[in-house]
């Protein structure tokens, strides 16, 4: 990586691609950006994170500007020649292991990466609804074949974040009173008490007792 002082990052969206007019849009905002804070170029850098191999800026930028494209590691590329330090770096090409999160800020994810973000997100001491949104939004195809596995793994993570099932119930992927339900039998179940889980979810309390209650019935 080349970071230094200050770093301009620009993450496109999954679904979109990447041109030439977006390339100078970016490097405008460093411009301004080192004008208003009185910062020299020298201690600047501009990332640009995609999805979408940009084929167009490439070729401009080799034949239109003359900049040389090295490849520095799997899925980071470095322009030569430009004012500040500039990398490209492709998430379809990141070894997964190492840049999980990263990685998967695009589109065709197969489901066990998917399953994987769900669960780990619950171990994340930060606001992840944001990215699991966008994640989610850009692998629309592959969570319509696994509503149920959604809906358990919200369940999950609905403890640690009561509104992060928002975001797949607005994209219709899960019932929210459903996701609620199911994360209160997994804490009943793990011995929480029912007063503690009607407030981590936001549920009433007597609906909560009705919840124990029907765990406790032999089947």
């Known amino acids: ?32 950006y080192a004008s208003l804070t009185q910062t020299s ?24 500007l003359s900049l040389a494209i090295e490849k520095d ?17 492709m998430t379809k090409s990141l070894p997964e292991e190492d840049n999980l999160w990263l990685r998967s800020l695009r589109g065709g994810l197969p489901k066990s990466t998917v399953r994987r973000l769900l669960n780990e997100s619950a171990t994340i001491n930060s606001e992840v609804r944001a990215y699991i949104y966008a994640v989610v939004k850009a692998n629309r195809k592959t969570m319509r074949g696994v509503e149920e596995m959604a809906a358990r793994d919200v369940a999950e993570v609905l ?9 797949f119930e607005k994209l219709g992927f899960v019932d929210a009173k459903k996701a609620a339900t199911n994360a209160a039998e997994r804490a009943l179940t793990r011995g929480a008490k029912p007063e503690d889980v009607a407030y981590d ?19």
Do not use: C, W
């Not at 770093?7 to 405008?28: G, L, M």
């Not at 990332?47 to 034949?63: A, E, F, G, N």
């Not at 799997?74 to 490209?88: D, N, W």
């Not at 403890?159 to 975001?167: D, G, K, L, M, Q």
């Open 201 to 219: 979810l936001d549920l009433p309390l007597d609906k909560v007792l009705e919840i124990q209650e029907n765990l406790a019935k032999p089947d």
């Open 1 to 32: 990586m080349i970071f230094r002082d200050h770093n301009i990052v620009e993450y496109k969206s999954p679904e979109d691609s990447f041109t030439v007019d977006d390339y100078n849009k970016v490097f405008a905002y460093a411009y301004l």
């Open 159 to 167: 403890i640690e974040y009561p509104s992060f099932v928002e975001a």
């Open 41 to 64: 170029i020298k201690d600047m850098t501009v990332t640009l994170v995609l999805s979408k191999r940009p084929q167009h800026l490439l070729k401009y930028l080799r034949s239109g």
């Open 73 to 89: 590691s799997s899925g980071i590329y470095l322009i030569e020649g430009e004012r500040m330090p500039v990398q490209i770096v």
